[in-house]
């Protein structure tokens, strides 16, 4: 059975921002308690025409450049995220009519909080493991919302990552795959309710850690490997302080998880968040390097991948823009005004 | 009136205990208890517990923890007196055994405060002030704490160092102890570094949310000797009200409830406050520690802040004070916390204190408060 794995990769993040300072000003918050406590200072923002959809086309053509491939064998696109533009039809269809996988494709949208991008990459990788479809697409994005005010606002951001499986041209393996869930509510959005609602401290012990480290332990052990024969490790990133703990307590050293830890100056971009850390470190990565990848979603799960870097990797990073320097090339700065017309806070009346 | 002792005791864990819930908690504790007592029933219960119903959505605490412990049909009471709400169950067990009502009497508190949002606790808690003069007008406990800080900063030239040792000795006791919540060695920096609350009130001035139980059983003197157990009596307990609203009190540097508990207990015990070898007292906040220690007699007025510099209530020191880890590191259950006082205290006279073992300790307080101070409860043990 030949290897299946990652034949192109590619982000999107936005080029507005906004600081936890601007943030903290609008509430009489002390931003530098928020800088300490989420260790973030500052988040993208998507512009009033950049929405899940339009990141997911950007960060696709990326990871198309990258896997040099006719997309009409793309034969399957999947989009993880909780901020579809509708609530009914399809994300899907409007990315892969965009880059030009129609129609003969298979199309579904994904929904498990932050990890339902690596659901997308799950069922992507599965289906071209069992030989359904030459190529897969798997996206995930979000432009998710925190509600004004609540420290949710100070992380919410956005960005998408895109890969392709397939079994040729790969530039990174899929050795193991693992996932851990429970039912946890952790963090929830109803029908019809704009901004998310959180158990405050419930989200990080009995939720966050319990899965990421849950998973992080289950898949080394399922690969009988330890975290000193792993190269890179990316976890799912809500602020900045979750990942690093869940790497010390898996045994990784910070430096292992700096190319992906993107938080500080992105946010939390939700589907978005481990995937496009991936990208940043495939943007690095080695040949014969191992990279660890553990997801979370609320309500809750884990998936985790350990993937191999191939010889590939070097011949294809550069044929389209590194995430790194997406974050941190050209950022455009936003007042809280200009925030909230972009985030559709507040309505232009008509 | 009957010598009543204090024969078992049960605490686990304390924390955010997310996979238990309210029966849980208080269940195991009230079994480690009767466990360590070697009792083969119990005659009465009394649950300390300040607000089950805000937090939980529970109330009718005696017969639904009288039902988990498969004990129906004994007399059970829930006793609520906000924070106090332990202590006082205590102290209504003590007083039944005393009087010959009951033979053996399970005095337990519980609060499992972890269900609800941080502003819905904050929300529960607040209901212990005065609503119409102090919840109305948007204050809540660390700002009324705050406030007292500041009248004692104003009024004795307590310093804001002062008040972040307290929190730093209790830390450094807690480190210690395997129940604490927050087992963590701190210093004055960064309890000065920390998030602000409420000026001049850091995050690490303020004692914790917190899920916990703790349970004793007590029994008369006689009873306690025929179990074999090391003799810790009941000599003394108080029980005193103030005005339940800050404003309304002549001093605002003082609490005089825990004064008038203290004067109660030590006469019933035939004490003075030197004959008091270590103290747990009710350190919600860095200066609730401070003010105690002056109400209680340990130190004169204003003279606090300078006796926890001098390292006075230190393991060592002349009055070792919380050396459990008080609420701030051991956590504040608010209605075990009154029981876990005495809990500690009795571990103290078993020596099973390690690190934190007062050596030759055999008179020890107990002092737990409700609100900014409105109800007090002071409880002197001695052990033989």
Same mark, same amino acid.
């Given at each position: 059975?030949?290897?299946?794995?990652?034949?192109?990769?590619?982000?999107?993040?936005?080029?507005?921002?906004?600081?936890?300072?601007?943030?903290?000003?609008? #509430?009489?918050?002390?931003?530098?308690?928020?800088?300490?406590?989420?260790?973030?200072?500052? *988040?993208?923002?998507?512009?009033?025409?950049?929405?899940?959809?339009?990141?997911?086309?950007?960060?696709?053509?990326?990871?198309?450049?990258?896997?040099?491939?006719?997309?009409?064998?793309?034969?399957?696109?999947?989009?993880?995220?909780?901020? +579809?533009?509708?609530?009914?039809?399809?994300?899907?269809?409007?990315?892969?009519?965009?880059?030009?996988?129609?129609?003969?494709?298979?199309?579904?949208?994904?929904?498990?909080?932050? *990890?339902?991008?690596?659901?997308?990459?799950?069922?992507?990788?599965?289906?071209?493991?069992?030989?359904?479809?030459?190529?897969?697409?798997?996206?995930?994005?979000?432009?998710?919302?925190?509600?004004?005010?609540?420290?949710?606002?100070?992380?919410?951001?956005?960005?998408?990552?895109?890969?392709?499986?397939?079994?040729?041209?790969?530039?990174?393996?899929?050795? +193991?795959?693992?996932?851990?869930?429970?039912?946890?509510? =952790?963090? #929830?959005?109803?029908? !019809?309710? +704009?901004?998310?609602?959180?158990?405050?401290? !419930?989200?990080?012990?009995?939720?966050?850690?319990?899965?990421?480290?849950?998973?992080?332990?289950?898949?080394?052990?399922?690969?009988?490997?330890?975290?000193?024969?792993?190269? #890179?490790?990316?976890?799912?990133?809500?602020?900045?302080?979750?990942?690093?703990?869940?790497?010390?307590?898996?045994?990784?050293?910070?430096? *292992?998880? =700096?190319?992906? #830890?993107?938080?500080?100056?992105?946010?939390?971009? !939700?589907?978005?968040?481990?995937?496009?850390?991936?990208?940043?470190?495939?943007?690095?990565?080695?040949?014969?390097?191992?990279?660890?990848?553990?997801?979370?979603?609320?309500?809750?799960?884990?998936?985790?991948?350990?993937?191999?870097?191939?010889?590939?990797?070097?011949?294809?990073?550069?044929?389209?823009?590194?995430?790194? !320097?997406?974050?941190?090339?050209?950022?455009?700065?936003?007042?809280?005004?200009?925030?909230?017309? +972009?985030?559709?806070?507040?309505?232009?009346?008509? | 009136?009957?010598?009543?002792?204090?024969?078992?005791?049960?605490?686990?864990?304390?924390?955010?205990?997310?996979?238990?819930?309210?029966?849980?908690?208080?269940?195991?504790?009230?079994?480690?208890?009767?466990?360590?007592?070697?009792?083969?029933?119990?005659?009465?219960?009394?649950?300390?517990?300040?607000?089950?119903?805000?937090?939980?959505?529970?109330?009718?605490?005696?017969?639904?923890?009288?039902?988990?412990?498969?004990?129906?049909?004994?007399?059970?009471?829930?006793?609520?007196?906000?924070?106090?709400?332990?202590?006082?169950?205590?102290?209504?067990?003590?007083?039944?055994?005393?009087?010959?009502?009951?033979?053996?009497?399970?005095?337990?508190?519980?609060?499992?405060?972890?269900?609800?949002?941080?502003?819905?606790?904050?929300?529960?808690?607040?209901?212990?002030?005065?609503?119409?003069?102090?919840?109305?007008?948007?204050?809540?406990?660390?700002?009324?704490?705050?406030?007292?800080?500041?009248?004692?900063?104003?009024?004795?030239?307590?310093?804001?160092?002062?008040?972040?040792?307290?929190?730093?000795?209790?830390?450094?006791?807690?480190?210690?102890?395997?129940?604490?919540?927050?087992?963590?060695?701190?210093?004055?920096?960064?309890?000065?570094?920390?998030?602000?609350?409420?000026?001049?009130?850091?995050?690490?001035?303020?004692?914790?949310?917190?899920?916990?139980?703790?349970?004793?059983?007590?029994?008369?003197?006689?009873?306690?000797?025929?179990?074999?157990?090391?003799?810790?009596?009941?000599?003394?307990?108080?029980?005193?009200?103030?005005?339940?609203?800050?404003?309304?009190?002549?001093?605002?540097?003082?609490?005089?409830?825990?004064?008038?508990?203290?004067?109660?207990?030590?006469?019933?015990?035939?004490?003075?406050?030197?004959?008091?070898?270590?103290?747990?007292?009710?350190?919600?906040?860095?200066?609730?520690?401070?003010?105690?220690?002056?109400?209680?007699?340990?130190?004169?007025?204003?003279?606090?802040?300078?006796?926890?510099?001098?390292?006075?209530?230190?393991?060592?020191?002349?009055?070792?004070?919380?050396?459990?880890?008080?609420?701030?590191?051991?956590?504040?259950?608010?209605?075990?916390?009154?029981?876990?006082?005495?809990?500690?205290?009795?571990?103290?006279?078993?020596?099973?204190?390690?690190?934190?073992?007062?050596?030759?300790?055999?008179?020890?307080?107990?002092?737990?408060?409700?609100?900014?101070?409105?109800?007090?409860?002071?409880?002197?043990?001695?052990?033989?």
């Amino acid at each position: 059975m030949t290897d299946v794995g990652i034949v192109g990769y590619g982000a999107s993040i936005p080029r507005r921002r906004i600081k936890v300072e601007e943030i903290a000003k609008v #509430w009489g918050a002390d931003a530098e308690s928020y800088k300490k406590g989420l260790m973030l200072t500052e *988040k993208s923002v998507p512009a009033s025409d950049q929405d899940t959809i339009s990141l997911s086309v950007e960060a696709s053509k990326r990871a198309l450049k990258r896997a040099g491939i006719d997309p009409v064998r793309i034969g399957s696109v999947y989009i993880g995220s909780e901020s +579809h533009p509708y609530a009914v039809k399809p994300s899907g269809t409007t990315v892969a009519e965009a880059i030009g996988a129609v129609p003969e494709c298979h199309c579904a949208d994904f929904e498990f909080a932050c *990890k339902a991008g690596t659901e997308g990459m799950f069922v992507a990788y599965s289906e071209v493991k069992a030989g359904t479809v030459e190529y897969s697409l798997a996206i995930g994005a979000d432009t998710s919302q925190g509600a004004p005010g609540d420290a949710l606002e100070y992380s919410a951001a956005a960005g998408a990552a895109a890969f392709i499986f397939g079994r040729d041209r790969l530039c990174a393996i899929v050795t +193991h795959t693992y996932s851990y869930m429970t039912d946890t509510p =952790d963090f #929830w959005r109803r029908e !019809y309710q +704009h901004y998310p609602q959180h158990g405050g401290r !419930y989200t990080g012990e009995p939720a966050y850690f319990k899965h990421v480290l849950g998973a992080g332990r289950g898949i080394l052990k399922l690969a009988g490997l330890t975290a000193d024969k792993i190269d #890179w490790f990316i976890a799912h990133q809500p602020n900045g302080k979750f990942p690093l703990r869940a790497g010390k307590e898996l045994g990784f050293p910070k430096a *292992k998880l =700096d190319p992906g #830890w993107l938080v500080p100056t992105l946010g939390n971009t !939700y589907s978005g968040a481990s995937p496009i850390g991936l990208t940043a470190t495939l943007d690095i990565a080695k040949p014969g390097q191992r990279i660890l990848m553990v997801s979370y979603g609320s309500g809750a799960g884990s998936d985790a991948f350990i993937f191999e870097v191939t010889e590939r990797i070097n011949e294809i990073r550069d044929l389209a823009e590194r995430t790194r !320097y997406q974050l941190e090339h050209h950022p455009i700065y936003l007042d809280y005004g200009n925030y909230a017309k +972009h985030r559709g806070k507040i309505l232009r009346s008509t | 009136m009957r010598d009543v002792a204090v024969v078992g005791i049960g605490m686990d864990k304390w924390g955010e205990l997310w996979e238990k819930d309210l029966r849980d908690l208080y269940v195991e504790a009230a079994l480690l208890a009767i466990d360590d007592a070697g009792v083969d029933h119990v005659d009465s219960m009394y649950v300390g517990c300040m607000t089950s119903g805000l937090f939980n959505a529970q109330e009718h605490l005696g017969s639904i923890m009288a039902d988990y412990l498969g004990m129906n049909p004994i007399p059970a009471t829930r006793i609520e007196s906000a924070c106090a709400s332990g202590g006082i169950a205590v102290r209504m067990g003590f007083m039944e055994v005393a009087g010959g009502f009951s033979d053996i009497v399970l005095a337990g508190g519980v609060e499992k405060m972890t269900d609800i949002s941080g502003d819905g606790a904050t929300f529960a808690l607040a209901t212990a002030c005065d609503q119409e003069w102090e919840a109305y007008n948007g204050v809540t406990f660390p700002g009324l704490y705050a406030m007292m800080a500041r009248a004692h900063m104003h009024k004795y030239g307590t310093t804001r160092e002062q008040l972040a040792m307290v929190a730093v000795k209790n830390h450094a006791n807690g480190y210690h102890n395997p129940n604490a919540q927050y087992r963590m060695k701190i210093t004055v920096k960064d309890v000065i570094n920390s998030v602000k609350v409420a000026e001049p009130l850091n995050i690490l001035d303020c004692s914790p949310i917190t899920d916990g139980a703790a349970a004793v059983i007590l029994t008369t003197v006689e009873n306690a000797r025929k179990l074999g157990k090391p003799i810790v009596r009941i000599i003394g307990s108080g029980q005193a009200t103030s005005t339940i609203a800050l404003h309304s009190r002549s001093d605002l540097a003082g609490m005089d409830a825990t004064r008038f508990a203290a004067e109660k207990a030590y006469k019933m015990a035939g004490k003075t406050p030197k004959d008091i070898d270590l103290a747990e007292v009710h350190d919600c906040f860095t200066i609730a520690e401070l003010i105690v220690m002056e109400e209680l007699g340990f130190v004169e007025k204003g003279k606090s802040g300078p006796a926890v510099e001098a390292g006075e209530t230190a393991i060592g020191g002349r009055i070792p004070i919380n050396t459990s880890g008080g609420l701030k590191s051991k956590g504040h259950p608010v209605g075990a916390t009154g029981v876990a006082q005495v809990v500690a205290l009795v571990e103290q006279f078993r020596c099973e204190k390690g690190e934190c073992q007062v050596e030759g300790a055999k008179v020890g307080l107990a002092q737990n408060m409700g609100g900014s101070g409105g109800s007090c409860v002071v409880t002197i043990l001695e052990a033989e």
